[in-house]
């Protein structure tokens, strides 16, 4: 099920498809949990779509079914292995190899590369070749966070695809719709404007967590709790999501201190244009809500995350 902010690029590649337009090679440019990565599925299933041709895709007949199980002969994905945060070369060149082979179907061969902007130097050199002369009837769909960290050269070698942020209520519209009703407002404090990454959450759970997280920061604020037990106890589970609930703790309390009601992305526009004094009294709450997103960041590194979360548990004891 699509949302009302993937309307628009859908129509482009549909209306693209049925005039026999459809480039050769796609970047999807969609911050994670917008639908970059469900919107490469469905225009994969638009061009293996056995009901239609030349519209958007019917979804139910084998090749979109398979096509969105990733179980199509003619589709390839291609995303890093395992723990790794990249793409190899070895794993572009056997997509390479793949794509110069005849499609089963008689049809289209599709990729799709997701996040492509994990893809190492010498992977994007790779694929190059193969943007620049591909086999006829062959569709690269790469979907990326960063754009620019892609060779330009690559770059220059797709259509942009741009897909927007949703709006909270376009977000919670299509949650309510996707996965019923739940307190979906507040897993998308702690997810951002992400609805595809919500939805694959336990909203409950979600909620019980972030309850307890905030009254464990209160009890750590005024020492009733032990930052190295907190610490030990978070860092072996749900430590992104506890991060998560640690930055909107924060963002609630700036927001108090500034006497501000606009959304935590506008929060730094907000401290300058208040009194000295709320900017003072809310300096040190900035400082840690820098720490706790680096820590968030530094995740996917070699850290010890029980040391670097009871260093930030440590610095918010009044």
Known sequence: MSGAW??????VLSAAHAAGRMPHALLVHAAPGRGGEWLATWTAQLVLCTARSGAPPCGSCPGCRRAREERHPDLLVLRPVEDSQQIRIEQVRELVAELQLTSHKGGYKVAIIAPADALNRFAANALLKTLEEPPPRTL?????????????????RCQRVHVRSPTRAEALEWLASARGPGPWAAVLDLTGEAPFAAAALDPEAVARLREETWRTLEEVRSGAADPVATAERWARSELPLRLACVENWLTERIRRGLGATADATELGASAHSRGTDSVMNTRPLFALLEGARGLKAALVTPINRSLALESLLRSMRS
């Open 140 to 156: 690269l769909v790469l979907v990326a966070e960063q754009p620019s960290r892609l060779p330009a050269t690559l770059r220059s």
């Open 6 to 11: 993937l309307a628009e690029p859908m129509r």
